[in-house]
């Protein structure tokens, strides 16, 4: 048996040598990435797991299948792209930490966040940083602002632009409708209804009634009776995925509303939609980009997308895929007039972004001279087909 | 002042407040019999929400089977967190037995998710989709049919507890276990069948909540809710969580409708501090004699 | 080995450190905690300025429910009104950062104090159910009002030592870190006085308390009082770190993890606290790197890191409450005991 010689003094020096050792040890993988420079690396605090998950992972595989075309394609002037993705739950500090972890171990210049709240939290950060253009899921109105968030932007139009879109088309159909609008008591459901409401007065639309729900409610009774009172023409949910918006639709027809029903971006993919049922049939909603299934016109990078998945993809996936392909334009300009890869500088060469052609992904050509791409179309479900349908033409609310 | 909009506005309030005093029962059974506060309550209602999806949609069962199925494994749950979580706890000070149920939540959102991801599900439709109509005024059928039954099972419940044996001797280990010991009664099997039915009853209540509101594996707030409610109807009372239920009900309907529904839990919360500073034991709980 | 201790004098023998061996490990402690910013990545800095907050507000919730018996969900509510205080006198007033963390705890111990009166008055869970009241009351409060910014929540700017501003986990980590130990001092102290085993008294039989002269009520309300204030300064001191204070930082599910910290790590000892705060930091991190380890199948793993997480962390609550119910303060009382008495057995 063996016998210990514990004697104090040892005892002390050789614990502290342990954890002095094993500290180095932490430090040593940073020093060894600072030096594997050359790869463009585009970091990711995505939603794998949690309650936007959905989203998450495809925002994963859209990222991950673009940097793969890119780096096949032989890189961004030979310099290949390295996807870091950690997961974060969707909660906010996670998604810190996340951020802190991939930008202490490699050279960061384009990262992907999965919140408001963390592209909010992390502006600072990111200022300091300095050399790192950020886009994420969020659209809210508050990031589409140069002078507050000069080195993120959107990917797609913000919340607001979303609902003007919708309003755009209301005000075509029926000049002078009644609009009610339904969101979450969120930062997400309350982001565009103080500037939709105004926005839709000016395009001589009325606002009778504004409901919002807690969130995680379970019974919208009250809500529909209120809203059957105010018996709008077209209803705009905002702040939701799916939950409650196809109970408000079923009681509210129930209950005889002759109310049309729209969504914006995330409660507009086509499988969350095709979950509303029976009562979902004739749900509208804006969506900036084309559905996987989309085959009405002329679409390369849709083809692409058809060839590397069979199966449906999500409109997550294709916002993580339209990043991608905007964090390659930038850092390609900014490769291409010889600068290096700065916040500013990607910043730069993104706004310098004019009509550009998104292989199909959107229906026009976009141009980037804010925070965001304000485009969209207005789409019906259709649900016999089990298809979303657009109902309306490419609507841009630019500035 | 709109009388029928007032009328139909309390109306749904009263039936929704049927669906928490369902969910109430079944914690009030746990509490009456074994003094355990489960605030898993709602996370063991989202478990039998998502065992009916699981029978129903998965397994593509009749409707009535899938509920039998439901049932079936919420009632084994209910067992085996029985004989493995609070058994072990019996002596020891009430904390520990709530701190345990606090820590089963957890365990039960995890392992949802695991199964069955966090994405949001609707149940499969089975309630009649026509509206019920009480003179002028709308009631969603779901939410209408989802009171009828809370009713018919707390009636039943009430009756049980009078007339059968087995509610008898629940009656008694809840008043004074050593006594129920000396009369014979099999204390831990009393346990085991309390925990059991309350299992079975909130695995009903979480398929109601389910039909409605869908499911997900965040459904568990719902079992704050019914923490309000039985607080003001009295922890250990079956009649208080049908009152308590309907109470809250009607407040939280009150509220969303005329103030906003931003207001609604603040309501419900704010009659859970006023109940506990003026009658903390609720309107039919019973007294303990110890406060300061 | 250690066969038992002698002391000499009263003062001596109610001394927090007693033993020369401690007072070494304690040394070695505070150089390892001076020496550790500069080897650490800033990832692992960040880790332990989190590791620290939760320490420091672990502590003031094992002083309510560990020593004094009274169980609250409601910690990190307080924190929220902590750091809401912080965020709203840096942003409008710009008052020295000591002075801000300090409004923070008195801010929530008054909270805590407006929460504690109807509720402490009635024995049992009733207070634990009023604080998750008081959860949801903070949070519409948070959501609501103008001042704290409504849903958006507030920017924090970074505090400021003599124009340094502590905008890097290595800045910050030399104001949390001593916070910290001053509040973790603080309560070790508290148990040395009348007021902590007046505290004590409670918790194990508070009649018996009531006949020896300890009026409840008020000695509740004191404790209740001081664990938010702790709250409260854990909490500003999580504004200065993350910088965004919002209605949803503070959800229940944090007070949650408090109790399930002090539970793992032992209820009712300092070291408890700490190890509780420590270890349940760590173990998401710990998971993510089992994860990691796994082979990589594409995604297909990664998707149950948080659902495996959370199952994780009720086990660990049902776990430690079954099985050892006095935590790890006490896995490691043994551990110490066997090297104190080896080679005897017991």
């Known amino acids: ?123 600072p950060e990111l200022e300091r940083n300095g050399q790192i253009l950020m886009a994420g899921a969020s659209f809210a109105t508050e990031l589409n602002d140069p002078k507050k968030y000069p080195h993120q932007f959107l990917v797609g139009p913000d919340y607001s632009e979303q609902v003007g879109i919708l309003l755009r088309h209301i005000a075509k159909e029926k000049p002078g409708a ?222 | 002042m709109d009388w029928a909009y007032l009328f139909e506005i309390s109306l749904t309030g009263l039936a929704s407040g049927g669906l928490y005093a369902l969910a109430a029962l079944a914690f009030v059974l746990v509490y009456k019999a074994t003094k355990v506060v489960n605030i898993a309550i709602g996370e063991m209602l989202m478990v039998g929400a998502y065992l009916f999806f699981a029978f129903a949609a998965s397994f593509s069962l009749p409707i009535w089977l899938a509920v039998l199925g439901a049932m079936l494994g919420a009632g084994l749950l209910g067992a085996v967190i029985e004989r493995t979580m609070i058994r072990p706890l019996l002596g020891e000070p009430p904390i520990s037995a709530f701190m345990v149920t606090v820590g089963l939540g957890s365990i039960l959102v995890g392992l949802v998710e695991i199964i069955w991801s966090a994405d949001q599900r609707r149940l499969p439709e089975f309630v009649p989709s026509t509206p019920v109509m009480i003179g002028d005024a709308f009631l969603a059928p779901k939410v209408a049919y989802g009171a009828l039954m809370a009713f018919v099972l707390i009636a039943l419940v009430l009756l049980l507890f009078r007339f059968w044996r087995g509610g008898v001797a629940l009656r008694a280990t809840a008043s004074d276990q050593g006594a129920a010991y000396m009369m014979g009664i099999n204390v831990p099997r009393v346990f085991s069948l309390a925990w059991v039915v309350s299992a079975v009853i909130a695995a009903l209540a979480g398929i109601v909540v389910g039909s409605i509101g869908g499911i997900s594996s965040s459904m568990g707030v719902f079992g704050l809710s019914v923490l309000v409610v039985v607080i003001v109807g009295g922890l250990d009372s079956v009649l208080g969580a049908l009152v308590g239920g309907l109470f809250i009900g009607l407040v939280e309907a009150l509220a969303g409708a005329y103030l906003g529904g931003e207001y609604k839990l603040l309501a419900t919360f704010l009659v859970l501090v006023v109940v506990l500073m003026i009658k903390p034991y609720g309107l039919f709980g019973t007294h303990e004699i110890e406060r300061l | 080995m250690r066969i038992g201790t002698l002391k000499e004098s009263y003062v001596a023998d109610a001394a927090l450190f007693d033993s020369a061996t401690q007072k070494l490990w304690l040394g070695a402690g505070a150089a390892l905690l001076v020496l550790f910013p500069f080897m650490a990545s800033d990832y692992w800095l960040y880790l332990a300025c989190l590791v620290a907050i939760n320490v420091a507000s672990a502590a003031g919730l094992n002083i309510l429910t560990g020593y004094t018996g009274l169980v609250s969900l409601g910690q990190a509510a307080f924190m929220g009104l902590g750091a809401y205080t912080v965020a709203i006198l840096q942003t409008r007033w710009g008052t020295p950062f000591l002075l801000n963390i300090l409004a923070g705890g008195v801010v929530a111990m008054l909270g805590g104090l407006v929460v504690g009166i109807p509720s402490l008055r009635v024995k049992g869970l009733y207070l634990a159910i009023a604080t998750i009241a008081a959860s949801f009351i903070a949070h519409f409060l948070f959501a609501n009002l103008s001042i ?192 104190h008495l080896w080679p005897f057995r017991n």
């Not at chain 1, 083809?303 to 990043?323: C, N, V, W």
């Not at chain 1, 959107?362 to 980037?368: A, E, H, K, L, N």
């Not at chain 3, 505090?159 to 980590?173: C, E, K, P, Q």
């Open chain 1, 178 to 399: 009644k609009v009610a609008f339904v969101y979450s008591d969120t930062e997400f459901g309350r982001d565009p209804i103080e500037t939709s409401e105004a926005a839709a007065k000016k395009l001589g639309l009325s606002v009778p009634i504004k409901i919002m729900t807690p969130p995680g409610s379970v019974d919208v009774s009250t809500e529909v009776i209120k809203l059957r009172r105010a018996a709008p023409d077209y209803t705009i949910f905002h702040g939701y995925i799916l939950a409650p918006i196809p109970e408000f639709i079923q009681q509210g027809k129930q209950m005889g509303m002759t109310s049309k029903w729209m969504g914006t971006f995330w409660t507009m993919d086509s499988s969350t939609v095709m979950k509303l049922g029976e009562a979902g049939d004739g749900f509208m909603g804006v969506m900036p980009f084309r559905y996987y299934y989309d085959t009405s016109a002329k679409a390369p990078m849709l083809d692409k997308i058809r060839a590397m998945r069979p199966e449906y993809q999500s409109t997550a996936y294709t916002q993580g895929f339209l990043t991608a392909m905007l964090f390659t334009e930038a850092a390609k300009r900014t490769l291409d007039a010889g600068k290096p890869l700065t916040g500013d500088n990607l910043k730069a060469a993104l706004n310098s972004i004019k009509d550009f052609d998104t292989g199909g992904i959107i229906g026009t050509p976009i141009s980037m001279p804010g925070n965001s791409i304000p485009v969209g179309r207005v789409y019906r479900a259709d649900m016999k087909a089990q298809r979303m349908v657009p109902a309306s033409d490419w609507i841009s609310v630019g500035k």
């Open chain 3, 148 to 339: 704290t910014g409504g849903t958006g929540g507030l920017a924090v700017p970074p505090a400021s030592v003599m124009g340094v501003a502590l905008d890097t986990s290595f800045r910050i980590y030399w104001l949390i870190v001593p916070v910290t130990l001053v509040l973790l001092l603080g309560a070790a102290n508290l148990f040395r006085t009348r007021i902590g085993r007046a505290f004590i008294a409670i918790r194990d039989r508070d009649i018996s308390a009531e006949v020896l002269g300890i009026p409840l009520l008020r000695y509740k309300l004191l404790s209740f009082g001081l664990s938010s204030f702790y709250a409260g300064i854990a909490g500003g001191l999580w504004a200065y770190f993350f910088r965004v204070v919002t209605p949803e930082s503070f959800p229940l599910q944090m007070s949650i993890f408090f109790l399930a910290a002090i539970i793992v790590g032992g209820m009712g000892t300092i070291l408890g606290s700490i190890l509780g705060a420590v270890f349940m930091t760590m173990v998401p991190e710990l998971l993510k790197f089992v994860f990691d380890l796994l082979p990589s199948t594409g995604h297909d793993m990664k998707v149950f890191l948080s659902p495996v997480r959370t199952v994780v962390f009720g086990l660990l609550i049902v776990g430690f409450l079954i099985f050892e119910p006095h935590g790890l303060a006490e896995v490691w009382r043994r551990i110490r005991r066997f090297f």
């Open chain 1, 1 to 123: 048996m063996q016998s210990f010689q514990l004697s104090k003094t040892v005892s002390i020096g050789r614990r502290s040598l342990m954890i002095a050792a094993a500290a180095v040890g932490m430090t040593l993988p940073a020093a060894v990435h600072a030096q594997a420079g050359e790869d463009i690396v585009i970091g990711g605090s995505i939603p794998m797991t949690g309650v936007f998950a959905f989203a998450g992972v495809g925002i994963n595989a859209g990222i991950a299948d673009y940097v793969k075309i890119v780096n096949d394609a032989g890189g961004i002037k030979g310099r290949k792209l390295r996807y870091v993705p950690e997961d974060t739950a969707y909660k906010v500090d996670v998604s810190v930490a996340a951020y802190k972890k991939i930008t202490s171990q490699n050279k960061v210049n384009l990262y992907y966040g999965d919140s408001t709240g963390f592209a909010k939290t992390i502006n």
